[in-house]
């Protein structure tokens, strides 16, 4: 599976998917780094088939209203540290990538992950 991390996510979130033996990069690795546009981060997410993780809601809303991104795992823990939420995606890993595996829209939060079903609407 393949991942590309957003900018308001740590780049450390990467190297702990890395570290899983997971294809991640962070937003900051594109050519315009943490200031690319969401419709960009989403067409970057689809062209390289990869899942987007992001906190921000407006990706929610672009994935459920026009199926951009086509993949989608949104963390909806509010402000929590960084160790906080590293620790939550390495309990949580192996159950993520299962429900991304059957749903394009997965959510995490601190004391759930839900799998949202259906289709997002084609492009």
């Given at each position: 599976?393949?991942?590309?991390?957003?900018?308001?996510?740590?780049?450390?979130?990467?190297?702990?998917?890395?570290?899983?033996?997971?294809?991640?990069?962070?937003?900051?690795?594109?050519?315009?780094?943490?200031?690319?546009?969401d419709s960009?981060?989403?067409?970057?997410?689809?062209?390289?088939?990869?899942?987007?993780?992001?906190?921000?809601?407006?990706?929610?809303?672009?994935?459920?209203?026009?199926?951009?991104?086509?993949?989608?795992?949104?963390?909806?823990?509010?402000?929590?540290?960084?160790?906080?939420?590293?620790?939550?995606?390495?309990?949580?890993?192996?159950?993520i990538v299962?429900?991304?595996?059957?749903?394009?829209?997965?959510?995490?939060?601190?004391?759930?992950?839900?799998?949202?079903?259906?289709?997002?609407?084609?492009?």
């Open positions: 599976m393949r991942f590309l991390i957003d900018a308001q996510l740590p780049p450390t979130l990467a190297q702990l998917l890395q570290g899983s033996g997971y294809d991640a990069i962070h937003v900051s690795a594109l050519p315009a780094g943490n200031s690319t546009k960009e981060v989403a067409r970057v997410a689809d062209d390289d088939e990869r899942v987007l993780v992001a906190k921000d809601r407006d990706f929610r809303e672009s994935h459920l209203l026009a199926g951009k991104p086509r993949a989608l795992l949104i963390v909806t823990t509010g402000n929590i540290t960084n160790r906080e939420l590293r620790a939550l995606f390495q309990k949580h890993l192996e159950a299962d429900f991304l595996s059957g749903a394009a829209l997965v959510e995490l939060a601190h004391d759930r992950l839900i799998a949202h079903s259906g289709e997002p609407p084609s492009p």
